[in-house]
Nanobody, 119 residues
Framework: QVHLVESGGGLVQPGGSLRLSCAASRNIFTIYAMGWYRQAPGKQRELVAA???????DYVDSVKGRFTISRDTAKNTVYLQMNSLKPEDTAVYYC?????????????WGQGTQVTVSS
């Protein structure tokens, strides 16, 4: 199993920055991929950014050039640095772990952290 604890959300003005953190309960190199999803009111949850054990990184088009996903393996923590925030980035952000146990794929989620971009 993987337990995920997020932190770092809050209220920020348009153009501002926030950094989200997601601490995993196990060595993140044992997790196939970790990422950040978000869900705005009335919308489906969408993948924002993800990083695999091999270091492959993907971003949704709307955040490319503004958001950066990174990891600290010593702390078993994944980060999402969000710059140039826009009101449309407002959502609950969830950390996600794609854990592979043999042929089985297991999904784990953090509790979510609110990000509000507003003046």
């Amino acid at each position: 199993q993987v337990h995920l604890v997020e932190s770092g959300g809050g209220l920020v003005q348009p153009g501002g920055s926030l950094r989200l953190s997601c601490a995993a309960s196990r060595n993140i190199f044992t997790i196939y991929a970790m990422g950040w999803y978000r869900q705005a009111p009335g919308k489906q949850r969408e993948l924002v950014a993800a990083i695999t054990t091999a270091g492959r990184i993907d971003y949704v088009d709307s955040v490319k050039g503004r958001f950066t996903i990174s990891r600290d393996t010593a702390k078993n923590t994944v980060y999402l640095q969000m710059n140039s925030l826009k009101p449309e980035d407002t959502a609950v952000y969830y950390c996600h772990a794609d854990y592979r146990a043999g042929w089985a794929k297991e999904d784990y989620w953090g509790q979510g952290t609110q990000v509000t971009v507003s003046s």
